[in-house]
């Protein structure tokens, strides 16, 4: 996903909640240099001491805003997929759909913009179950997932208004199952190499091209779901 990063500023614009809110300058600041370095050197690796140099500010200023460095991630987390849903949003303000196949059109176009600009964010979302939550803030997390939840809500509201014969929960899990998607593409790409570098056996079949083999399979998802 390097070569296709999203800036973060972009990323983060109109969250307004806590440590977590995109209008608090610090806290966005602290969070740009955590998903900077994670594009640089592994998590594992990122300390909160070197969160603090790269975004210029003391260590002792991070907790602050943040009580871990999973906390920070979780951060980044929440709010990226938030801004994808606002993007989604606003793409739909842009068009009428009025039966399944423009619907499939629609959810195909949101699919290849959550690829090309939101790998990052599902491969840090991907750390959620066994890494962030360990030390992550509970209750802003909550308010965070409240928050997706109801754009969500709204987005599949939009989507069907002019549909009459789908389930909205089904077309809710649709989104689950489109990060879903993208996300296994992304820990399966490029298996012969190892933190960037070739291993000593080539193995194409590995190599993917991201963008279209998740349109490619989410669109024969969306084709069995909505009975094209």
Not at 44 to 63: E, H, N, P, Y
Not at 186 to 195: A, E, R, S, V, Y
Request: net charge negative; hydrophobic share 45%.
């Amino acid at each position: 996903p390097r070569s296709t990063l999203f800036p973060y500023t972009t990323l983060f614009r109109s969250e307004n909640f806590n440590s977590y809110d995109r209008q608090n300058k610090r806290a966005v600041q602290i969070r740009q240099a955590a998903y900077d370095l994670i594009t640089e050197v592994p998590y594992d690796d990122i300390t909160m001491a070197m969160i603090a140099q790269r975004a210029q500010v003391a260590k002792g200023t991070i907790f602050n805003y943040f009580n871990s460095k999973e906390d920070i991630f979780m951060a980044i987390d929440l709010s990226g997929y938030l801004t994808y849903c606002e993007r989604v949003e606003a793409d739909l303000s842009n068009v009428t759909i009025t039966d399944k196949q423009g619907l499939k059109v629609f959810l195909l176009q949101e699919t290849e913009m959550l690829a090309r600009d939101f790998s990052v964010i599902i491969l840090i979302h991907s750390l959620r179950r066994f890494t962030l939550e360990a030390h992550a803030d509970k209750i802003q997390t909550e308010q965070g997932r409240i928050r997706i939840y109801e754009a969500l809500q709204r987005i599949v509201k939009k989507l069907l208004v002019n549909i009459d014969d789908l389930d909205a929960e089904v077309i809710m899990h649709t989104f689950i199952i489109q990060g879903a998607i993208l996300n296994g593409i992304l820990t399966f790409l490029n298996m012969d190499k190892f933190n960037e570098e070739s291993l000593s056996v080539e193995m194409a079949s590995t190599h993917i091209d991201v963008e279209t083999e998740v349109c490619n399979l989410f669109g024969l998802y969306l084709d069995k779901t909505l009975q094209l």
